[in-house]
Every structure is written in C-alpha cells, then in structure tokens.
C-alpha cells in the first residue's frame, strides 16, 4: 500500500473549545508528558504529539514500526508523520477530547445557573472531560489514592514502563502503552510493585486487574459505559445525536439530544445506567465512591457522575455551604459521609445538569495549588461596568496624593491604556505607575495594597523607586485612589 509522509496536521479548535495545558495536567489523565513545548502520549497503539495555537490543535503521529493503523510495511524504524487512508488519528482525537460537545455553550449554562461559577470560570476556558480507557482510568485512580496528581503520574509512568508494550522514543524518552488487565494479575506483581513503592496500592491493583481479566466476561468494563459514548472503538447509540447542543437547563433531565446525559437512552431491562456502573465499580478491591465517580465521569463517559475529593469537599463547604462551610470555619464538618457525598453530587446536579461532572472539573482545577497563578491572573482580567472591554479601568474623580521633596502636592489623574498614570497638575515632570489595580463594585469597598512606584527626577536624571501605600475606595462608576509614602 502506498503512504506519504506527512508533517503537522491540524484541526480548527478554539482555546474555549479545548486548552490542552490545562485539560490534561488537570488531573484527569496521567501519561501525557510535556517535552520542548509539545505534549505526547500513547493512545491506540501510536504516540501523538500535539502543540496548540489560538485557532488550531496541531497533532503529529509516531507509529511503531509494526502499528495496527495504518499498516506499514517498509518502514525500517520510527516514523513520524506517517498517513495513509487508514490513519483514524483525527477520529480518535475526536473521540479523546470528546470534540463533539459544544463546550462554550455549556460554560454559559453554567455560568446562567451558578454565580460561583461565573466567578471562576473566565479563568480556565477550555476544560473538557477526556473519554478515556475505562481500564486505564480504573487503574489510574486506584493509584489516586491518599496522592497528588505528580505522584500518580509517576507510579502510571512506572506501570506503563515495567508491563506495558514499548511504542516508541521522541526526545530520548522512552514511551509505553499502558499495560493490560493480564500483565498486572499475579502475585510477582504485587512485590514488584510494592519495591517501586506503591505500598498498599500494589494489593488493590494487582487483586482488581485479577478479577477484570479472570473472574469478568470480556469487555466487562465498557459494557458500564454510557451507550451515547462509546469507546474509540465501538460503535455509538444509533439513538443519540452526538452533535446537538445541549438545551439551558438549571436541573437535569433526561434529554436525548445531549450526548452525555446518563439517561440518553431510555433504560431497558439491560441497559446501563450512571448509578448502575457506579455500584459495580465499588465492589472492586480498593474502589470506593470518589475513584469510582472518576472512572464513571472520565473512563465511561457519564457526564453526571461528580467525583467528591477533598478538595471538591472543600469547594462545596466554602462556596456552597455544605458542612457548616462559609461560616469562617465554626462547626465545619471534616469527614465526608457517605450520606454527604451522595449530598454535595447530587446538589451540583441540580444546579449545573447532565453534565455537573464536566462543570465540577472546572472548579477543581481552579482550587489547585499548581493553577493558583493562573486564578489569580484571570481575577486581574477582569471588567466590570465602568472598565473598558480590554479590562482597562477608568478612573472619574481620580486624587493622587503624595509627598514630593517634603511637600504635599495634589494632582488628578487618570488610567491610560498602559495602566501609567498621567499627572496633570503639580508633580513636574513625573511619571508614577501603579502596577495593580482595584476593580468597581456595587458596594463601596476599602483595600490597601502596596505597589512599587516610579518616579523620574528630571532636575537630578535619576530614577528612584517608592514603596507607597494605596487606599481603594471602589463604587459602581467611579474610584478615589489615595496614594501616600508609607
């Protein structure tokens, strides 16, 4: 068969629709590595590399030198950029980042529904829920336990490299598929695993993969799988129409034109269910209601599934009020029943709909410690009413006060496009900047904060810079700021 050799493809995707430096450290898939600016992974039998720029994901593709698609027969190593009429990598990218779910339309829904979530979300655009290997994601969150998201990574990275195929090198670093229910069976692997330092989690993995390869049917897992999602692999519901968008609503319903909702298809006498496939993941050996909402929500694609952790339990006590949250810490409630787990999901059901596990990922991001830069650069993004679109904020009524060569001048000012601010009366020949800025509100607030201020000295041609103290009093329309010397 003939092939070519391709370069870089692309597919036409917004930053809204997917941001992949935020979906995938997010903590939902642990094998996708970051070298030289692009991130790789092994996904069905290749290594893919993508990169992405405001308008477009650009993908890569490296084939083994025996890969399943397309079928390559000459190639003496290595290849990337391999294409054929079987290359199925943009159907499975598709699949992957489940591409067919309009994603800004729900992060309006949610918004419409949820102020807290207006709040946060201007700031991590483009989450989406990855449609996952059920088996790898099991695993995967079984490693989760009592970790962080690092840890994971590692101990996946250790799984895939000791059982798992080898596909491929890019940049020296070797790459392996995760390894199959069969290769992590057996009590060699249990002590193995124990000496690469997974401690209890040796015996749940060992004794899970146990029961999925010898004491299930074939294709046990996926048959838990939400029938409107489908593997990469399998063939979707003729009943669903993947492509509609889904309707603004406020609680969920069953509604056959989205195509994560867990009750897309009528339930039959056979046929699976979110809370279904939840109870089954739970008999699992070391499989308890979080790791089995995780496997629901991102390895068999029940959008409504909202896994509980303790920092979501931490969203729902400080913004939601659970637990005697909210209240500057009084009466708190540290251990999370059962009966408030069940609680806080079902809550964040009703108020985000069929798909409160997409909308819950968004807020869990927001509250981790590595994306806190990130939070706090979107809250500076911000516009309010009287700021312009660019989030430059108009200043009406402006005093600058400050003491100049032991005199107390006033001059009024403004913000310029630059955030510099243009004395025009009585500092000669200064120019001061002030570095933050308060936004409006509705109600008069006071804030004092430090910026750095410089000051040119025309008379000397020196620069010095001073530490001022600054006093925001923040109204609808307008601001006063106060700067004086500390």
């Not at 790898?136 to 994971?152: A, D, M, P, Q, Y």
């Not at 968008?245 to 319903?253: F, L, N, Q, V, Y």
């Not at 979501?312 to 409630?333: C, E, H, L, M």
Request: aromatic share 8%.
């Amino acid at each position: 068969m003939a092939v070519k050799v391709a370069e870089w493809r692309k597919l036409p995707l917004s930053l809204a629709e997917l941001c992949i430096d935020t979906t995938l450290r997010c903590g939902q898939s642990f094998r996708w590595r970051k070298i030289d600016g692009e991130w790789h992974c092994v996904l069905g039998g290749r290594i893919i590399s993508l990169k992405q720029d405001t308008s477009h994901l650009h993908y890569r593709v490296t084939w083994p030198k025996t890969g399943p698609k397309p079928t390559i027969t000459s190639a003496p190593s290595l290849t990337h950029g391999i294409t054929s009429p079987e290359d199925d990598t943009e159907s499975l990218l598709r699949s992957y980042f489940a591409l067919s779910v309009p994603l800004s339309s729900l992060y309006k829904q949610w918004a419409a529904s949820d102020a807290n979530f207006a709040r946060r979300a201007p700031s991590f655009t483009g989450i989406r829920i990855l449609n996952q290997d059920a088996w790898e994601t099991l695993i995967s969150f079984i490693c989760s336990s009592n970790n962080h998201i690092s840890r994971i990574s590692s101990m996946v990275q250790k799984l895939c490299t000791h059982y798992g195929p080898y596909i491929g090198t890019i940049s020296g670093e070797p790459f392996h598929d995760f390894p199959d229910a069969k290769a992590l069976s057996g009590v060699q692997v249990q002590t193995h695993l124990r000496e690469l330092g997974f401690g209890y989690r040796a015996k749940y993995i060992v004794e899970t993969a146990d029961i999925v390869a010898n004491h299930k049917p074939p294709g046990w897992l996926n048959d838990l799988r939400n029938p409107a999602v489908p593997a990469f692999d399998q063939v979707p519901s003729p009943s669903t129409n993947a492509t509609a968008e889904p309707p603004i609503t406020t609680t969920p319903k069953p509604d056959d034109s989205n195509p994560l909702v867990g009750d897309a298809n009528p339930p039959g006498p056979e046929s699976p269910t979110y809370r279904a496939a939840h109870e089954a993941l739970v008999t699992l050996t070391g499989v308890g209601p979080k790791v089995s909402d995780c496997v629901c929500l991102m390895g068999l694609g029940w959008g409504e599934s909202v896994p509980v952790d303790t920092h979501v339990w931490q969203i729902a006590q400080r913004d939601y009020k659970f637990g005697g949250g909210g209240g500057g810490g009084k009466g708190k409630t540290k251990t999370l029943s059962k009966t408030m787990y069940d609680a806080v999901g079902d809550h964040f059901r009703a108020i985000w709909g069929p798909y409160a596990g997409w909308a819950q990922s968004v807020l869990f991001t927001a509250n981790l410690k590595s994306f806190a830069e990130q939070a706090e650069a979107g809250k500076k993004k911000k516009t309010t009413k009287g700021e312009e679109a660019e989030g430059i904020v108009k200043l009406e009524d402006g005093v600058l006060e400050e003491e100049v060569e032991g005199e107390r001048v006033t001059a009024a000012v403004a913000v310029v496009k630059n955030e510099q601010l243009e004395v025009n009366e009585g500092v000669k020949k200064e120019e001061v900047t002030v570095s933050v800025v308060e936004k409006t509100s509705k109600r008069a607030v006071r804030k004092r904060k430090s910026v750095a201020v410089e000051t040119q000295e025309t008379s000397r041609g020196k620069k010095r810079v001073k530490t001022v103290e600054v006093e925001v009093t923040a109204r609808r329309t307008s601001q006063r700021i106060r700067a004086t010397r500390k």
